[in-house]
């Protein structure tokens, strides 16, 4: 049975305070309580590794939980309330935390509201 470190920070970096601990395989960890808003930054999603973690429906898991098997990074993903990169009218945020991407724009809202 091995140890494997887990990583918890933010992006962008400095939100909150990067934490590092090592843990033996197969232990159940959660991701730490974080703050849906710092700042005028936005809490959008975690990935682990790199990858998204949502719910059944598709929407962002706001504290996960995990059996760790290897080296894992979680990071919490904010974007700045106010950013629209792609000049949609739809702020950044939105879009990353409901359709994990940039393309959404008015022309998907297939239910007229």
Not at 76 to 94: R, S
């Amino acid at each position: 049975m091995g140890q494997y470190s887990f990583e918890q920070k933010s992006e962008p970096a400095g939100l909150f305070s990067t934490t590092s601990q090592s843990y033996n395989s197969g232990t159940s960890l959660d991701t730490r309580s974080i703050s849906t808003q710092y700042n005028d930054f936005i809490f959008t999603h975690w990935t682990l590794n790199g990858v998204r973690q949502n719910d059944a429906i598709g929407q962002p898991l706001h504290q996960l939980n995990f059996t760790i098997s290897t080296n894992t990074v979680a990071i919490a993903h904010y974007f700045n309330k106010d950013e629209d990169t792609d000049l949609d009218g739809i702020p950044d945020w939105v879009e990353i935390k409901h359709f994990s991407n940039l393309t959404t724009n008015s022309e998907n809202d297939h239910d007229g509201d």
